[in-house]
């Protein structure tokens, strides 16, 4: 019997998203990868979730905005994908529309945004380096 995929990637969206502990999790996980040190009653945390509408039929896993100068992406993923970079650009772009406001993004004046950082949880069976 094989797992399909869309319950694994709920499961990692719920663990680090949704979840009741979803927030503590995340902050744990960006932690680990990023070797930080952020405490959960230090920081400043939101949820970005990607809209859907009926052009947009992809989703992320989990982001998170950390401090209004992070925006973090952690994208699971069980089989090896050479378009990951993409797809997370194609996902932070998405959620910066929601940040910036229309009218701002016509305006001379620099409008500041959260600074991406990208993560891919890899769990396949391919042998991979740690990092890459």
């Not at 982001?63 to 992070?70: A, D, Y």
Request: charged residues 30%.
């Amino acid at each position: 019997m094989a797992f399909r995929k869309k319950y694994k990637d709920s499961v990692f969206t719920d663990l680090f998203g949704s979840d009741r502990d979803g927030k503590k999790n995340f902050l744990e996980l960006y932690n680990a990868l990023a070797g930080t040190d952020f405490k959960l009653e230090e920081v400043s945390l939101e949820r970005k979730v990607i809209e859907q509408a009926l052009y947009k039929t992809f989703n992320n896993d989990v982001s998170w905005e950390i401090n209004g100068k992070l925006i973090v992406l952690v994208e699971h993923q069980s089989t090896v994908n050479g378009n990951m970079p993409f797809r997370c650009l194609e996902y932070v772009t998405r959620i910066y529309e929601g940040i910036v406001p229309i009218r701002k993004r016509y305006a001379e004046k620099v409008y500041k945004i959260p600074n991406p950082d990208f993560y891919v949880v890899y769990v396949g069976k391919d042998k991979l380096p740690p990092e890459q």
